[in-house]
Each structure stands twice: as structure tokens, then as C-alpha cells.
């Protein structure tokens, strides 16, 4: 009960920063429109989808027993990235727009992709360092084809996918974060009820088995869900690094608990504060440029990921 | 009878270890598995608990066919130990053995008054008050054991399967353990299903024990008559000189 409730109170101290910022930019700009049309869909857009990277992070990170695991390590946002470029490209080649959904369901598609490829190596090798040197280099291989074709789709739309495939949460319009939440906020109900299953599974497959857990339902619902939370990022925000895989054992680290009913909600929060903290750097540090939002996450987040091995050397495993 | 096998094929991928398993036990009995290392008393242990599939052959619990309980039943039913190690992060012991009422809590693992009290129950039946409120992966081997067995308890079902939870304790710990389990049978009427490599105690504590060698089952029956010094001989495969010289006073 003490657990909870101060899960509870971490998540409540939460949405003050999120009033502030808000309330920071009223201030600010002086024009409206610009406010509403532009900022408030931009700081909506970083606090779904923060919250949405570090959940996908979390439930990825349960899946493999692995705390290094994360959506950008593994090279699943860039498989996503990889699909939504060719798509995008296709589309601005023949002249007709794609919807929001259509670009999740891209993206979800490549993340699949590049998941059920990690998940066939990860059956070979049981080694965590070595899952995460082949994460790596998928997302590297994705990365090189989407350059490649980036730098050879020559049309006016380049600018914006140059940008995008950087990772920037700039460009978000209303429309856009209305289709993002409606997904996420789904993804994010069918998490809640995974909850108790998640709670065991934690400590082992066979010990969650033996206490009645449908393991092979499970483990494919934390795919699937992981898997559109950051197809979600991918397609209105690229690849967005380590926010996944830092931001779980933040919160961890401050709630001193691994129940999921706590993590969860925890985690979206932390994400989302993460996530806007980050981009308002990205925004205001070096304006009018704009610094990609993975080269603000991930100078806060990689010191995080090394501190994590550290301590995983120390301690058993 | 509460479990009973009937020529149960049990193997890896369709690969049989050991054939024509026959064994039974009734309610607030200790059934004990010896043999040699990869003899496959894990094997039965695993198919009888549902983590592998069995090959061929019958599993009657209560009479019933074993595949006609579904999940949840199966978890009320049975506890299993086995020697993976268990890995937590962040978590008491107390709420390690909070997560044997699995099968009885609400949709978001709500613990209620009953659950709790049987968490209580447990934790003061084996004793590990003193640490309960200590982190599960800081404390000893032994302890460990003894709080996997609180959740094993709590769980509350009718039969108890453990594989070799004795292996890596002290002879301290050991007796703890086993007294424990005597105590379970003696006041709960459960029945305990365990394989283990101490013979000397398996021979005291077990109300039937099953040899197993060279896949197959090569003697059932009560303790007095398996423990001879001819049958541990031939089933460990020692010879008979170093058997005496080095057994000779543990067994008969």
C-alpha cells in the first residue's frame, strides 16, 4: 500500500511540470495561433509519445529479462523507420498524401519486421551484451538503406524527411495528435491489463507458468504492444533513442518498486516529462536552429544505460 | 488416490527419457525420486507439473484426466519448485510469497483478507519472519529456499512437486527444510512430490520412494525395502568395496 501511494504521489508531482510548460508558453508567445497550431500540438505530441517510447521500452525490457532492451537499441524504431521512409517516398512520388494511421500501420509493420528478426537471433544467442550489439547493428543496416534512399528521392518532401528521420517531434499537427492518442491510449488500457500477469513474469517464465499465466499469450501481447507504441513514435516522430531504455529504470530507481501497477502509469508519466524537458532543449538551446530530439535524449539518457551495466556488473546475473 | 501415473512416456521433443512411469500418492504423503544425475527424475517432476509435454501414458489427478483442468485449477492445485534460479529486482520476500495467491487474486493481483492471511500463515510456518521484509536477492541460498517454499505454500494446493530443493543447502538447512515439509503433510494433509540426491534423509522422511535408472523406473515401493545396500549399489552404480567404505554407515 505504502508502494503505491508513493508511485501515486511520484506520478501526481508529475503533471505539475506538465502545467508549467504549458503554462510557460502562454506566457511566451505573444501570438495565438502560432501557440495553439504549433506548440500546444508539439508538447502534446512529446507527451504521448514519451509516454509511449518509455512504456514500449518497459514492456521490451520485461519480454527479454534484459534490462539493456529498448526500442531504439534493438533497431525496432529504425526497422519502423525504414518502412515509413519507403512509404513516405512512394506516396510523395505518386502524389497522394498518407493518413496517420496508415503511417502507424507502416511503421508497425517494419517494427514487427525488425522484432521477429531480433527475437530469431535472441533464440540463438542467450548472452544480453551480444542481443544488444545485434539490436544495434540491424539499426544500423536500416539506418544505411533509409539514408540511401533519403538521399536519392529527390522531391521537395526531402526536407521534411531529412528532418524526420533525425528524430523531431517538430511538425506535429492536431490531426495528428488526435489519431497518436487514440492509439496510445488503447495500447495503453490493454497494458493496465496486463498488469498482473506482467508482475510474475518477471520473475521467470516457468515460475509465472506454474502460477497459471497463458506465457505464450503474454509474451505475444508484450510484442505486439511494444511493438505499436514506438511504431507510433516512429511514424510521427522517428527515431527517438534512449528515452525507452532509460526512462524505466529511472523511474525504477526513484519508486524502488518493479510492480507493474505502478511502473506503468509511472513510466508513461516519466517518459512524457522526459521527453518535453527534451525537446524544449532541442528547441530553445541553439534557436532558431533546432537540435534533433535523439541528440538531447541522448545525452540524458546514455549516461543513464551505462550506470545500469555498471551496477548489473556488480551485482549477480 | 490423488495423482496417479498410468505407463507414462515422458521425454524431450518427442524423445523418450524414461517409460512406463507408474507412480501414486494419496493426500499427506511424501513420495521421494532418487537416481543418478540426468537420470530424468526431473523429467517426470516437469511432465507431471505441465512444463513438458508428455509423450504418452495417462496422468490421473482426483481420478480425472490432468488435461481436462485448465490453467487456473492446475495453479490452485499445484505448487512446483524447481532449481531454476529466480531473479528479482526490487522486490521483499514477503511480496515474493505474495505472488502464490496468483491464481486466487482479482484482475490487477489485488491481494484480499484471505490472501493475506495466507501469506501470514506461510511465512510463519517456515519461519522466515525475521527477513521478510529483506530484499529477495540479498539474502542467502537457504533463505531463499525457504521463502520460495512460503510461496509454494500459500498457493495452497493440494499437492506440493519440488525438484532437488535441498541440493545446494547446509545440513542445518537442510533439516530445517525437510521438517517442514513433514509438517505440511502432518497438519495440511498435502502431499509432497520431491526428487532429491540426500538418501540418508530420503529414506527417513519418505512414505514411498521411486528409483529411477537407464530410463526406467527400477524400484517402487516403500523406503526399507529400496534402501539396501545392493539396490543404492546398482543404482548409483558404485562399487561395493567404496560403497562400505564410504556409506557404509548411513544406510543398511
Known amino acids: 500500500m505504502v508502494m503505491v501511494f508513493t508511485g501515486n504521489l511520484i506520478t501526481g508531482s508529475a503533471d505539475i511540470p506538465l502545467g508549467e510548460i504549458l503554462f510557460g508558453k502562454a506566457y511566451n508567445e505573444t501570438i495565438y495561433t502560432i501557440l495553439l497550431r504549433i506548440r500546444l500540438p508539439r508538447v502534446l505530441g512529446a507527451c504521448i509519445l514519451g509516454g509511449a517510447l518509455a512504456l514500449s521500452g518497459y514492456l521490451l525490457q520485461t519480454f527479454f529479462h534484459n534490462p539493456i532492451a529498448g526500442p531504439f537499441i534493438l533497431g525496432i524504431s529504425s526497422g519502423a ?33 525488425t522484432l521477429v528478426l531480433v527475437l530469431i537471433i535472441s533464440r540463438k544467442v542467450r548472452n544480453t551484451a ?12 536500416c539506418s544505411a538503406v533509409t539514408e540511401f534512399m533519403v538521399t536519392f528521392a529527390d522531391d521537395s518532401d526531402i526536407v521534411n524527411l531529412r528532418n524526420w528521420s533525425m528524430g523531431s517531434f517538430s511538425g506535429m499537427t492536431m490531426e495528428n495528435v488526435g489519431v497518436m492518442s487514440a492509439v496510445v491510449f488503447l495500447c495503453l488500457v490493454m497494458t493496465f491489463l496486463l498488469a498482473k500477469p506482467i508482475s510474475v513474469y518477471q520473475l521467470g517464465e516457468s515460475y509465472a507458468f506454474h502460477l497459471g499465466v497463458n506465457v505464450k499469450a503474454l509474451r505475444v501481447w508484450l510484442i505486439v504492444l511494444s511493438g505499436m507504441f514506438s511504431a507510433c513514435v516512429t511514424a510521427f516522430a522517428g527515431p527517438v533513442s534512449f528515452v525507452g531504455i532509460a526512462v524505466p529504470h529511472i523511474i525504477r530507481a526513484i519508486c524502488r518498486t518493479t510492480k507493474p501497477l505502478v511502473l506503468i ?6 517518459g512524457s516529462i522526459f521527453c518535453m524537458v527534451c525537446d524544449m532543449i532541442a528547441r530553445t538551446v541553439f534557436s532558431p536552429t533546432e537540435l534533433s530530439i535523439s541528440t538531447v ?21 | 488416490m490423488l495423482l496417479q501415473t498410468d505407463n507414462l512416456t515422458v521425454g524431450y521433443d518427442g524423445q523418450a527419457v524414461i517409460e512406463a512411469v507408474c507412480l501414486h500418492i494419496r493426500k499427506g504423503e511424501i513420495v521421494t525420486l532418487i537416481g543418478a544425475n540426468g537420470s530424468g527424475k526431473s523429467t517426470i517432476l516437469k511432465t507431471i507439473a505441465g512444463t513438458l509435454e508428455k509423450i504418452s501414458g495417462r496422468i490421473l489427478f482426483m481420478e480425472k484426466n490432468l488435461e481436462d483442468f485448465s490453467r487456473k485449477e492446475k495453479a490452485e492445485k499445484f505448487s512446483v519448485m524447481f532449481t531454476e534460479k529466480v531473479h528479482t529486482e526490487l522486490m521483499s520476500c514477503q511480496e515474493v510469497v505474495e505472488t502464490g495467491r496468483y491464481p486466487y487474486t482479482d484482475y490487477f493481483g489485488r491481494l484480499s483478507q484471505t490472501d493475506r492471511q495466507a501469506v501470514e500463515e506461510a511465512i510463519q510456518l517456515v519461519d522466515i519472519e525475521d527477513f521478510a521484509d529483506k530484499d529477495f536477492s540479498q539474502i542467502s541460498d537457504g533463505q531463499r529456499q525457504r521463502v520460495l517454499l512460503a510461496k509454494a505454500i500459500c498457493q495452497q494446493p493440494e499437492i506440493l512437486i519440488l525438484d532437488e530443493p535441498t ?18 503433510v502432518a497438519e495440511k494433509q498435502m502431499a509432497v512430490l520431491i526428487s532429491m540426491h540426500e538418501l540418508d534423509f530420503a529414506e527417513k522422511i519418505s512414505d514411498y520412494t521411486v528409483a529411477v535408472k537407464d530410463g526406467k523406473v527400477v524400484h517402487y515401493g516403500k523406503p526399507d525395502t529400496i534402501f539396501t545396500a545392493e539396490n543404492i549399489c546398482d543404482l548409483f552404480s558404485i562399487p561395493k568395496d567404496l560403497y562400505h567404505q564410504y556409506l557404509g554407515k548411513m544406510t543398511k
Open chain 1, 81 to 113: 523507420k525504414l518502412i515509413v521512409a519507403v512509404v513516405m517516398i512512394v506516396s510523395a512520388n505518386m502524389l497522394f498524401s498518407v493518413s496517420g494511421l496508415f503511417m502507424i500501420v507502416s511503421a508497425f509493420f517494419g517494427s514487427m519486421v
Open chain 2, 167 to 184: 541440493s545446494y543447502l547446509d545440513i542445518h538447512h537442510k533439516i530445517r527444510f525437510l521438517e517442514i515439509l513433514r509438517k505440511l
Open chain 1, 130 to 141: 551480444l542481443l544488444v550489439v545485434v539490436g544495434v547493428m540491424i539499426g544500423y543496416i
Open chain 1, 265 to 270: 502509469p509511472a513510466c508513461f508519466m516519466g
Open chain 1, 297 to 317: 535524449t541522448a545525452i540524458f539518457g546514455s549516461p543513464v544505460v551505462i550506470a545500469v551495466m555498471l551496477r548489473k556488473k556488480k551485482g549477480q546475473f
